[in-house]
């Protein structure tokens, strides 16, 4: 009997020792992530900066940073994996949605139609973005390391009560200043007759994108002001069953 307690507590002991070694692994590993985007970001936002002085206007500009842009966005998908595998405790389909239509955004409209790259509603959107995600990965880090300084979790809380509907906007007149070209040049659709037998119009899909904005959006935005709510203003949450 007394064997078998000592095996058992031997067992425990090293489960808790696996636990603590994956445990700062994770944390190692999340914070040297969340270091290097936050660097990437301010990267992008010092090119965008600098393209301006010199140049004195916006257009040219998604050109000039594109490479980096679409590495740095598509390198993201890592935080699908995070959630997936439980070293982040967020929503899969969440961070998904939200890692996905901002690729989405880079490579199938941005990158895929240049005719749209010189517009406002480009440099709007990439604006938001780069300031948000400085913001969001430098949340991240110091939080991490256990010293979060209270500017940057203020900023993370507030600023994306105006940054928030600003980049759904940029988004959208995005999209919508792109579909007269997809129209007309017919890209990345299928029409019948086909070998696939299969129909598909881009066009039409991207109206879909457009409208699926409606109820993702708000469900996103009220979720942001309870996790304010609960972060700057000590508020208890209880989140309503599906």
């Known amino acids: 009997m007394a064997s078998t307690e000592e095996d058992g507590s031997v067992e425990e002991k090293e489960n808790n020792n696996k636990k603590r070694t994956k445990s700062a692994f994770a944390v190692a590993w999340l914070t040297f992530y ?3 985007m936050t ?29 980096t842009l679409k590495f740095f966005q598509t390198i993201a998908l890592v935080e699908v994996v995070h959630c997936a595998i439980g070293i982040v405790r967020t929503s899969v389909i969440v961070t998904g949605v939200q890692v996905c239509s901002r690729i989405f955004m880079v490579w199938f409209i941005t990158n895929s139609i240049k005719q749209i790259q010189n517009e406002e509603s480009v440099i709007l959107f990439l604006v938001v973005w780069t300031f948000t995600e400085i913001t969001r990965y430098s949340f991240y880090t110091f939080n991490l390391l256990n010293h979060l300084p209270y500017f940057i979790k203020w900023a993370r809380y507030n600023m994306f009560i105006i940054m928030y509907p600003l980049g759904v906007a ?21 029409r019948l007759p086909n070998k696939y037998n299969v129909s598909f119009d881009y066009y039409y899909f991207l109206i879909i994108v ?12 009220f979720h942001m002001l309870r996790q304010r709510r609960k972060m700057l203003l000590g508020e208890i949450i209880v989140e309503k069953d599906e």
């Not at 140049?55 to 940073?65: A, P, Q, R, V």
């Not at 999209?175 to 017919?186: M, Q, S």
């Open 34 to 36: 969340n270091i290097a």
């Open 39 to 67: 660097a990437g970001w301010l990267v992008l936002a010092m090119a965008m900066m600098r393209f301006y002085i010199q140049k004195g206007t916006h257009k040219g500009l998604y050109k000039s940073i594109a490479r």
């Open 170 to 190: 940029g988004e959208l007149l995005t999209i919508y200043t792109a579909l007269p070209y997809v129209r007309k040049t017919g890209m990345l659709s299928m």
């Open 210 to 221: 457009m409208l699926s904005y409606i109820p993702l959006f708000p469900q996103l935005y």
